[in-house]
């Protein structure tokens, strides 16, 4: 499918991460052993999503712009004061041509997220026009919940999980494991929802995000999605099927030789 100037991709990325600092320019081996930077990684993943007119590299550092033209990247600067990956996608927005209603926040550190995932939310905010903001989860695997499991025992902040309304909308975002289950109910690890990171906006809700103050739990949580749900900003939760590998993101260091094992299985170079 040619790409459609009515959707296009921006990856966020800052280098002064609190819990990884230099994260996009962390180089991550493929199957082959040659090594290529985390953001190169992901926009390869961007760049693979049919139906969408361009993809950017939106970040404030110089180092990464750097890298990222050097692969070709076409590269949006925006300025330090973008608090997280949405304003600093909002930022980006303007400097896209105005027929691209739909804006695509692919995470910069979701570098195993396929592209139907992508394709999907693309479908679901053309087929509803009245939807301003979405996103995509799956069901948990029972490796990628003992995965998070191990994270939240340890103290690590690692992925994101997210329960649903009746309707499909997110009634909230946590880096804790939620819904809780109950010893003995393990094998229920599928009504888990893994929260992808992946967002689908209009630019009017863009333009009503940063215009809005944060919220206490944006602020707790560290989950700037919440400010949407805080300002009564429905946020559909569009649930894909699971690929064949677990989705791991690069959250924090000792998630690398994950990714990496990962590749190596899919044979990804």
Request: with cysteine; proline share 7%.
């Amino acid at each position: 499918m040619p790409g459609l100037p009515d959707a296009a991709i921006v990856i966020p990325a800052r280098y002064a991460s609190s819990r990884y600092p230099g994260k996009p320019l962390v180089p991550i081996r493929g199957a082959d052993g040659s090594a290529r930077t985390l953001i190169e990684r992901s926009y390869a993943a961007a760049s693979a999503v049919a139906g969408v007119g361009s993809v950017h590299v939106a970040t404030d550092d110089d180092r990464i712009a750097d890298a990222a033209r050097a692969f070709g990247a076409a590269v949006i600067m925006t300025p330090e004061s973008c608090a997280n990956g949405t304003e600093r996608v909002a930022t980006a927005a303007a400097s896209i041509p105005g027929q691209a209603d739909i804006i695509i926040n692919f995470q910069g550190d979701a570098l195993l997220t396929p592209p139907s995932f992508v394709e999907a939310l693309i479908g679901h905010m053309r087929a509803r026009p009245e939807c301003g903001t979405a996103t995509a989860a799956i069901r948990c695997t029972p490796g990628t919940y003992a995965h998070l499991l191990a994270d939240q025992a340890a103290g690590r902040s690692g992925g994101t999980t997210v329960v649903r309304d009746s309707a499909g909308r997110a009634l909230y975002f946590s880096k804790r494991v939620i819904p809780f289950i109950s010893p003995g109910r393990e094998t229920e690890a599928s009504r888990v929802l893994l929260h992808l990171g992946l967002y689908a906006y209009r630019r009017e809700a863009l333009a009503r995000y940063v215009q809005a103050a944060p919220s206490d739990t944006e602020m707790l949580e560290g989950l700037e999605q919440l400010r949407f749900l805080h300002h009564g900003v429905p946020i559909d939760v569009v649930v894909c099927e699971a690929p064949g590998w677990d989705m791991v993101e690069l959250n924090n260091p000792t998630d690398l030789e994950i990714i990496e094992s990962i590749l190596a299985a899919r044979r990804v170079v």
